[in-house]
């Protein structure tokens, strides 16, 4: 099993930057993967970016060029910095780890919102 939690969030002006944070702990050897997802109500949660354990990352179209997913694998934690905030950024931004028996795996949940 394993467990992540989410640090970070709040409320930003639109223009402005916040780091999200997420640190795994449990069975961490097995992650392979680890993301961030966002949702707001009434839509499906959706990938913001994600990072393999080797390094590669991918993000949503959305996010590209505003948004940094890092990952220290040594503080088993992995980060997104997010740049340059919109008010269509506001959502509430998960934490996910997939390990190699592809179980996935979520943290709570943490709000982010860009006011106009």
């Known amino acids: 099993q394993v467990q992540v939690v989410e640090f970070g969030g709040g409320l930003v002006q639109a223009g402005g930057s916040l780091r999200l944070s997420c640190a795994a702990s449990g069975s961490i050897f097995s992650i392979n993967i680890m993301a961030w997802y966002r949702q707001v109500p009434g839509k499906q949660r959706e990938l913001v970016a994600a990072?393999?354990?080797?390094?590669?990352?991918n993000y949503a179209d959305s996010v590209k060029g505003r948004f940094t997913i890092s990952r220290d694998n040594a503080k088993n934690t992995v980060y997104l910095q997010m740049n340059r905030l919109k008010p269509d950024d506001t959502a509430v931004y998960y934490c996910?780890?997939?390990?190699?028996?592809?179980?996935?795996?979520w943290g709570q949940g943490t709000q982010v919102t860009v006011s106009s």
């Open positions: 990072v393999t354990s080797g390094g590669t990352t």
């Open positions: 996910n780890a997939v390990n190699t028996y592809g179980g996935f795996f």
